[in-house]
T-cell receptor
Framework: GDSVTQMEGPVTLSEEAFLTINCTYT??????LFWYVQYPGEGLQLLLK?????DKGSNKGFEATYRKETTSFHLEKGSVQVSDSAVYFC???????????FGKGTTLSVSS | GAVVSQHPSRVICKSGTSVKIECRSL??????MFWYRQFPKQSLMLMAT?????????EQGVEKDKFLINHASLTLSTLTVTSAHPEDSSFYIC????????????FGQGTRLTVV
């Protein structure tokens, strides 16, 4: 079945370090891919998305490129801040009327 | 982006009582709403999918008589946890989709339920 696999956390970085959170997927057809962020005690916020192969989603310094050949959608940021500390979820959506399928989430902790 | 409002954000109830959680789409019509449950430090588990005017579709292992979902209008879905027990304590999140083509899902703020 369709699924998303994220790298295990937690990821601990110093401020201004480079961030990569790996995400790979398995899906039939041509899914849309998403990264959501969840701050402590809050709901999910869409961080970025890509709806077709080779699309690059970007927002707030974060980027991810939809790679069909490697079935990946890795999240990157060149210089993280303490305020980026949160849980990041990779997700895919396959079909109208169905729910997003989420990875297990990766906790990012950034220290100053 | 579209706004989904979920209430209450936190609720504490006594064991054996029922709790209702509301999920409203404020500026769009949500033909489909999804209810998730999140355990501490874990991912979101889909509980059920509801389409306006029809019965919800529950995921395997989710008790439909315990988690009552109503989607009576295009802007409101409710989740009622009946006869709550401490093991029902969790973070519940709703999300709404706009029509047949969902380019993204909009999420409510979540409800922290604590059953004592």
């Amino acid at each position: 079945g369709d699924s998303v696999t994220q790298m295990e956390g937690p990821v601990t970085l110093s401020e201004e370090a480079f961030l990569t959170i790996n995400c790979t997927y398995t899906a039939t057809g041509y899914p849309s891919l998403f990264w959501y962020v969840q701050y402590p005690g809050e709901g999910l916020q869409l961080l970025l998305k890509a709806t077709k192969a080779d699309d690059k989603g970007s927002n707030k310094g974060f980027e991810a490129t939809y790679r069909k050949e490697t079935t990946s959608f890795h999240l990157e940021k060149g210089s993280v801040q303490v305020s980026d500390s949160a849980v990041y979820f990779c997700a895919l959506w396959v079909q109208a009327g169905t729910a997003l399928i989420f990875g297990k989430g990766t906790t990012l902790s950034v220290s100053s | 982006g579209a706004v989904v409002s979920q209430h209450p954000s936190r609720v504490i109830c006594k064991s054996g009582t029922s709790v209702k959680i509301e999920c409203r789409s404020l500026d769009f019509q949500a033909t489909t709403m999804f209810w998730y449950r999140q355990f501490p430090k874990q991912s979101l588990m889909l509980m059920a999918t509801s389409n306006e005017g029809s019965k919800a579709t529950y995921e395997q292992g989710v008790e439909k008589d315990k988690f009552l979902i109503n989607h009576a209008s295009l802007t409101l879905s409710t989740l009622t946890v009946t006869s709550a027990h401490p093991e029902d304590s969790s973070f519940y999140i709703c999300s709404a989709g706009t029509g047949a083509i969902i380019t993204e899902a909009f999420f409510g703020q979540g409800t922290r339920l604590t059953v004592v």
